[in-house]
């Protein structure tokens, strides 16, 4: 015989007890808005895979942030194109640069906004990976089976700290290591303090795995690999426990905060993050799942704000406590107009 009473739908009747009861809420404050910086001026045009984004130049860029500061969202985080690549990813500290010009431009215009700017060489080296590249025949040293060149970690390390110490002269308040090299939180924060950027944070991308689902970014950003991809720096999708581990070492490296990327698939590793981490907790939710929804919507299968509303929600509910989101103006835009999720 059923206990009848036990009816946990009690709390459910109506639309206030749902809103007493509700464990886990969110806010236009949760958001990071990431944007693509390209050459010129008067840019704004918007990037095929990825609807409703777009590559701004400095000038538009200007415009965009003042957008996203007036919906409340408190940060953004840059991505660039150069006007020039080559093998060393040299335009990557260029204080000419689209991003680090962008940087100053917007802290001049917009102090309080949170600039974040993404640490990574593979949008400014001719070959697309993530780090100083050593090919197979140049390099005994490089470990065979590499697939015909081989990222070398440690010299790596030297142009991360240049691009992070740029985007910090430049004005960032957070830099954010995506390249998934080791030791790169302690090299970066090493730089850093020697130049006096002390109060200059890092959010690193402590756990981000080799995933498909960066697809849409990489034609963004013109960031994909010349050859082969990335798993021989980012993590294998099929682990947890080494998770754990990059996010131990970040947190001894001196993170000041950590990125569990991406985020749909990976919710189980978000809330095992979050259990572990004494540090704020930031997902991403990233370009593929942004292409995926608005693919569907677009067609009418989906109910977009509905959709997006509560797959944020569900990042908060596995322990994120922020979100890059390609949904962040829309999804404040839904959240100030009160849609229900
Ligand atoms: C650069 C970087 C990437 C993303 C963020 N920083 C691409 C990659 O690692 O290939 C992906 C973001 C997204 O897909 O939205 N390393
Ligand atoms: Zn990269």
Redesign the pocket.
Same mark, same amino acid.
């Given at each position: 015989m059923l206990n009848q009473k036990l009816r946990p739908r009690r709390m459910r009747l109506t639309p206030a007890l749902r809103s007493m009861v509700r464990e886990t809420t969110l806010s236009v404050r949760d958001f990071i808005y990431?944007l693509f910086l390209v050459p010129g001026t008067g840019v704004r045009e918007e990037i095929p895979s990825m609807p409703n984004c777009f590559h701004l130049s400095v000038d538009m860029a200007v415009e965009e942030a003042r957008k996203v500061a007036a919906l409340g969202i408190p940060a953004i985080e840059v991505?660039g194109i150069p006007e020039y690549k080559d093998e060393q990813g040299s335009s990557a500290w260029d204080m000419e640069s689209p991003v680090q010009r962008a940087i100053t431009a917007i802290k001049q215009a917009l102090p309080e906004l949170v600039i974040i700017a #993404?640490v990574?060489m593979?949008?400014y080296t001719s070959h697309g990976h993530?780090g100083l590249l050593v090919r197979d025949e140049e390099q005994q040293a490089a470990p065979r089976g590499c697939g015909g060149g081989y990222v070398d970690n440690d010299a790596t390390l030297k142009l991360l700290q240049k691009n992070a110490l740029s985007q910090a002269e430049a004005g960032a308040d957070i830099v954010a290591p995506? #390249?998934m090299m080791d030791g790169r939180v302690a090299a970066i924060r090493e730089i850093l303090d020697e130049h006096g950027f002390i109060n200059t944070a890092i959010m690193s991308?402590a756990i981000?795995y080799a995933s498909g689902?960066?697809g849409?970014?990489?034609d963004a950003?013109d960031?994909a690999p010349e050859f082969g991809d990335?798993r021989q720096y980012?993590m294998d999708p099929a682990n947890r426990r080494e998770a754990m581990k990059e996010l131990e070492l970040d947190m001894a490296e001196g993170a000041d905060m950590i990125i569990v990327?991406p985020a749909m698939a990976y919710l189980d590793i978000v809330r095992e993050a979050k259990e572990r981490c004494n540090l704020p907790l930031v997902t991403?939710n990233?370009?593929?799942e942004?292409a995926m929804v608005k693919a569907a919507a677009a067609q009418g299968w989906i109910d977009e704000p509905r959709i997006v509303l509560e797959t944020l929600n569900c990042m908060k509910r596995a322990g994120a406590e922020m979100i890059i989101t390609?949904h962040a103006l829309d999804a404040a835009k839904w959240l100030n107009e009160g849609v229900v999720y």
């Open positions: 990431p991505f #993404d990574c593979c949008e993530c995506s #390249d991308y981000k689902y960066y849409p970014f990489r950003a960031s990335r980012q990327k991403y990233v370009s593929g942004y390609y």
